[in-house]
């Protein structure tokens, strides 16, 4: 067993804020805050709404549950980090943000596939969809990416905690797995935690594959016709758009995470960058759904105002 669990990391992400940390603070309560109200309006719109109780509607509520899980995996901590003298997280404390924020990462992704699936379903076999995506179907699949989810990230926090570690200062906003691997000792062997990040990494580049075949083909029933366009429109973009922003974003922390200058003047970009993923998808993911799907909107609008008359008497 290693002896890590007396080590206290120092965050050194905030070193640059020093001088307008108070605004930094409500910047990121106001977000937060905003972050956890749009995703709690739509997810209430849609359990309390049995219009909305379906696959499609079932699948955009966990994605703003995943949002609010995700968000809160990084708001708080950074919240506290901002009004100490000394940004810390001790290795406990670590080894639970990553696994916070990775099955965050994992499970968003994952979803992502299966909302793409069930597009696929919805536009090129329409007259099957409901024998094929039942409620129950769509609830086993969840469950299903759960399950997977949790199996990934808990081999990767038993091959992390493994490791013996010689250093303390992390170059983030938040601990990530792959910073607690650099600050292993020189005589540690990590070979099998950088293939099994291989691993993961061709696992979810075979998902980012499935969806693009789904998008073709759904692409082109929508160009065949016109009630398939709008249903393309509306139900397909915002995933489209929420899936390539998700993807991008990842895919920068990563590359910049492994291959990336670590030039102390580009520490606060590469650190604002790499926590886009944590804080704009939780916040634009239910508003770009909201603005789009009209039923819902509709609704939104209905539930605020009869609240709005409900305080006015």
């Known amino acids: 067993m290693n ?3 007396d080590i206290v990391f120092i965050l050194q992400g905030l070193n640059e804020t020093q001088t307008n940390r108070q605004i930094y603070f409500v910047f990121a309560l106001v977000s937060y805050l905003f972050t956890i109200f749009v995703n709690l309006t739509l997810i209430v719109t849609i359990v309390k709404e049995k219009m ?30 901002l009004l100490s003298d000394v940004p ?13 924020v990775y099955s965050y990462i994992f499970y968003e992704f994952s979803s992502l596939t299966v909302m793409a699936y069930d597009r696929y379903v919805a536009i090129c ?24 989810t949790l199996l990934e990230i ?8 493994r490791l013996r570690l010689c250093g303390t200062h992390l170059q983030k906003l938040y601990c990530t797995n792959w910073e607690l691997v650099k600050l292993s000792c020189i ?14 990494i061709v696992s979810h580049v075979s998902q980012a594959l499935l969806i693009i075949v789904s998008y073709v083909r759904i692409v082109r029933a929508a ?17 489209l758009v929420t899936l390539v922003y998700f993807t991008l974003a990842l895919l920068f922390d990563v590359i910049n995470s492994r291959f990336g200058s670590n030039a102390q003047r580009l520490i606060p970009l590469k650190n604002i960058m790499a926590a886009e993923f944590l804080v704009v998808p939780p916040l634009i993911n239910p508003i ?26």
């Open 3 to 5: 002896n890590n669990t």
């Open 52 to 81: 909305f109780h379906e696959p499609m509607h079932l699948f955009l509520c966990n994605l703003c549950v995943n949002g609010l899980y995700g968000a809160s995996s990084f708001y708080p901590k950074l919240l506290l980090d």
């Open 88 to 100: 810390v997280i001790s290795y406990n404390g670590c080894i639970t943000q990553i696994f916070v």
């Open 125 to 148: 076999r329409p007259l099957h969809y409901h024998s094929i995506m039942t409620y129950q179907t769509a609830t086993r699949l969840l469950v299903l990416v759960w399950v997977f």
């Open 154 to 161: 808990a081999v990767g926090i038993v091959l992390t905690t």
């Open 187 to 200: 005589d540690v062997d990590t070979t099998i935690n950088n293939l099994y990040g291989f691993i993961l």
């Open 223 to 239: 160009l065949r016709s016109r009630n398939e366009h709008k249903k393309f429109m509306q139900t397909c973009l915002p995933h």
């Open 288 to 313: 770009i759904y909201g603005m789009n799907l009209h039923q819902i909107r509709r609704r939104v609008a209905h539930m605020f105002t009869r609240k709005i008359h409900a305080l006015s008497e």
